[in-house]
Each structure stands twice: as structure tokens, then as C-alpha cells.
């Protein structure tokens, strides 16, 4: 095989097994090639990786090393997306009634999901995440696009329990937003004790949900590794019960009777590097 041909099926495995450490032999025995001219092909691949925004090559030293995909967004491009996406949400027309935001395209844009999911990804690389939890509905393609970078399994908290899930935790949380006593589940063959879980919503107002999906892992013995959401809204922040996340975008100034509204950074973009 041609160097040429090999760093194209070398990238594309790569890009398949994000997180997972491929061993040089690996790639030496797949491809007949010596271990120099791998190391050399790893080298071009990671400066490229690098060079594109595509991430980097994590090496790992020992006789059980090898490389590491890690995804992950430059600082720059990083900083224009999420610029982007702040001018599409102060669209006057995506207001709804409490403050709310019509997000339902965006989630529905597969490249704009996947972007997303990537920040997320960089901006909790140096957590070890075992598993990415959201509740049903509109949180659920970000969970995946995350999960796909970080390379690990999605569970799904739902209001009601499913027939085809079987047994089942549940509990009740109060909403930080309207107050009401709700219910929440997740099915006991979902998570292992001492899970390390990171927990992707779409939108959070007081934080309610979210403390709830923390309370549901507590009752599995789980651990809460962190906490991304899309868009916060700014003006619960003095009724908020959750602190320590990160967001993508922040609401602010929503005016319902002259239609404005301005979105602005959020804090995630702090931890991309």
C-alpha cells in the first residue's frame, strides 16, 4: 500500500474511534507497513489534524501505547461558530411565550448538531467520562453528537416509564423555572455504580431538570463528571440551583413586547484552549 492510500485509511479509522488508543503494530499489521513509516504517516496525520481544526494525536508511551484521536476545535473556529449561532438564535422570531427560544431547526441541522457536539467534546476532553446522560426529547441529538466524539454510550431520563425498558428508577424533582412537582426515570440496566457521567441538555432556565437528572444518578451510585447546555438563560440567574456548568450561549435582555433579544457567549468557550 502507497503511503498516500494509507493515510487516507489511517485517518478514516481514526476519525471512527475517537478517544480509543490504537497501538502502532496495529496499524503496522493492517497495513504491511514498517513501524518508522507508521510513526511517520502518525506525524503527518497529526499535523494536519492540527492544522484543519480536526484535533490531535495523543500519544501514549509503553509497550501497551499507541495514539489517541482527540477531537477537539481550535480556539478561533471555536469562537466564530459560536458567534454564528448567537446572531441565528437574536432572530426576533424565534421569541416564544416564557422567555424561550425556538431552537427545533438547529437541532434538526446535522452539521450544526455535530459542531456542537464537538465543542462540548474539547471543552470536557480532560474529564473521564464513562457516560453522556440528557432527559427526552430535544436534548437527545445533542447527547449523541456528543457521545460520538467522546466515544461513549447515551442514556435517556424520561417523564414516563417505557414498557420496553423494564425496571425502573424514578423520581421527583421540583422545577426551578415553574415550581411544579414532575417526575423522572431511567431504566436500571442504563448505568453501572461509580459511572462517571457528563449530562447534555438544550436549555436551562433555574436548573431545575438538571439537578433532577443529578439526583436520578445519585440514586445509582453514579457519579455527575459535568454539565454542558446549549443556552442559559440569564435572567433566572439569582433563583438558579445549578453553578458549576458550562454553555454554549447565554440569553440576555429578552424584551417579548418589542420583540429583542440578544444572546452572547457563553462560558464554555473559557475551557476551549
Known sequence: MKRSERLVVMTHYLLDHPRELVSLPFFSE???AAKSSISEDLGIINQMFQKESIGYLQTVS???GGVKYIPQFSKEYSESFVNQLCNRL???ERLLPGGYLFMSDLLGEPQTVRNIGRLFASAFADKEVDVVMTVATKGIPLAYAVASYLNVPVV???RDPKVTEGSTV???YVSGSTRKIQT???TKRSLQEKSRVLIIDDFMKAGGTITGMKNL???FNAITAGIGVLAEAEDEEEERVVHDYLSLV???NVDDRNKQIKVTNGNLLDKIT
Do not use: F
Open 30 to 32: 493492517t497495513y504491511q
Open 62 to 64: 509503553g509497550a501497551a
Open 90 to 92: 437574536e432572530d426576533p
Open 156 to 158: 435517556i431520563a424520561r
Open 170 to 172: 424514578s423520581i421527583n
Open 184 to 186: 423522572m426515570v431511567l
Open 217 to 219: 444518578l445519585e440514586e
Open 250 to 252: 447565554q440569553i440576555i
